[in-house]
Nanobody, 127 residues
Framework: QVQLVESGGGLVQAGGSLRLSCAAS????????MGWFRQAPGKEREFVAAISWTGSSTYYVDSVKGRFTISRDNAKNTVFLQMNSLKPEDTAVYSC????????????????????WGQGTQVTVSS
């Protein structure tokens, strides 16, 4: 089992920044690709970003490219999502997820590729 706990959400004005963290515990962090997803009210869960277990590869949904950066610290079992130039349409509950993916460059996109999920943290961007 891998337990994931997100933090760092909050209320921010459009154009502002937030940094989300996701702390993992339980099994070793190694071998797990990590992803961030978001879900806005009345909408389906959306992939945001993923990072391979080595950190060598990342992948983003087009709407956040150039604004969001995913990173990880394997020594601290933590993955981050730096969000800059936030827009009201970024408002959602953001959840991190872990996918057993020992291939060094694999960055899973589909939710069903992920084995473990956190509870989520609310991000609200005001206009």
């Amino acid at each position: 089992q891998v337990q994931l706990v997100e933090s760092g959400g909050g209320l921010v004005q459009a154009g502002g920044s937030l940094r989300l963290s996701c702390a993992a515990s339980g099994r070793t962090f190694s071998g797990y690709a990590m992803g961030w997803f978001r879900q806005a009210p009345g909408k389906e869960r959306e992939f945001v970003a993923a990072i391979s277990w080595t950190g060598s590869s990342t992948y983003y949904v087009d709407s956040v490219k150039g604004r969001f950066t995913i990173s990880r610290d394997n020594a601290k079992n933590t993955v981050f999502l730096q969000m800059n130039s936030l827009k009201p349409e970024d408002t959602a509950v953001y959840s991190c997820a872990a996918s057993w993916a020992p291939i060094p460059t694999k960055t899973p996109v589909a939710p069903n590729e992920y084995n473990y999920w956190g509870q989520g943290t609310q991000v609200t961007v005001s206009s």
